[in-house]
């Protein structure tokens, strides 16, 4: 197990399809605000890209035909071109009361599919998109003021 604080165990494999009629009811009126919150998020993220593109990061893609709901704005951290690790930035910008996760560890290094024989190394791709993500907050209620700090500690950590 790892020592970070993004870390979880899927022990077992379940399913929960059961949505109760609050939820549905919650999830019903916040239809009426999708547009508003997605187009906010839409800012957010243009505003992280503007801010973080020159840095040794890969940012988020979108194809110029698309419009993403930007769940997450996750941030990739280029190994060679940094000089701290994954962990390290990470841990950096929890200290300064950033909340920035990680989504998500790769599921076949989970133990219920290591039971199953999956191994580490079975697939690179996602074992090394996992040791580059972080994903910085986002959130339609963000404000100015916090995304800047959050702009101004990234820029900081990263380029230390």
């Not at 990470?90 to 199953?116: D, M």
Request: proline residues 6%; hydrophobic residues 40%.
């Amino acid at each position: 197990p790892s020592a970070a604080s993004w870390y979880y165990e899927q022990l077992d494999l379940g399913f929960n399809y059961r949505l109760t009629d609050l939820q549905a009811a919650l999830g019903i009126s916040q239809m009426t605000r999708l547009d508003q919150y997605v187009g906010r998020r839409n800012e957010i993220a243009a505003t992280y890209n503007a801010a973080l593109g020159n840095l040794p990061l890969t940012l988020p893609w979108q194809h110029p035909d698309c419009y993403s709901a930007y769940h997450l704005y996750v941030i990739r951290v280029l190994g060679q071109d940094v000089r701290q690790s994954h962990l390290t930035i990470f841990k950096q910008l929890r200290a300064r009361g950033i909340s920035v996760n990680l989504h998500y560890i790769p599921v076949h290094l989970q133990p219920f599919y290591a039971e199953l024989g999956f191994e580490p190394g079975s697939y690179p791709n996602a074992e090394a998109y996992y040791g580059e993500a972080i994903s910085l907050p986002m959130f339609p209620t963000l404000t100015v003021d916090n995304q800047r700090f959050v702009i101004d500690a990234v820029t900081e950590v990263i380029t230390e």
